[in-house]
């Protein structure tokens, strides 16, 4: 069994910070993807950002040059250094992995962590 536990959301005011974390946890034997997704109210369910095994990164435009995305392997770990940040962030965010265990690959969510951001 597979476990992602999120944390470090909130409140901010605009232009500030937060840094969200994504620890996965279980039977694991390589995670390939790692990706943080959000979704506001009434709205579906977007990537902001992804890293993969290998080191590569990819971003929402909207938030290129804004968030970074990182990864501690050793941890099976991703976090989201989220700067600059604009009411319309304001999301439940969701972390996302493609993880290889044992028995198979599958793809993993967890329970989503609240951000708000006040103007």
């Known amino acids: 069994q597979v476990q992602l536990v999120e944390s470090g959301g909130g409140l901010v005011q605009a232009g500030g910070s937060l840094r969200l974390s994504c620890a996965a946890s279980g039977s694991i034997f390589s995670i390939i993807v790692m990706a943080w997704y959000r979704q506001a109210p009434g709205k579906q369910r977007d990537l902001v950002a992804a890293t993969t095994s290998g080191g590569s990164t990819d971003y929402a435009d909207s938030v290129k040059g804004r968030f970074t995305i990182s990864r501690d392997n050793a941890k099976n770990t991703v976090y989201l250094q989220m700067n600059s940040l604009k009411p319309e962030d304001t999301a439940v965010y969701y972390c996302?992995?493609?993880?290889?265990?044992?028995?198979?690959?599958?793809?993993?969510w967890g329970q989503g962590t609240q951000v708000n951001v006040s103007s």
């Open positions: 996302y992995a493609f993880i290889k265990t044992p028995r198979n690959a599958d793809t993993y």
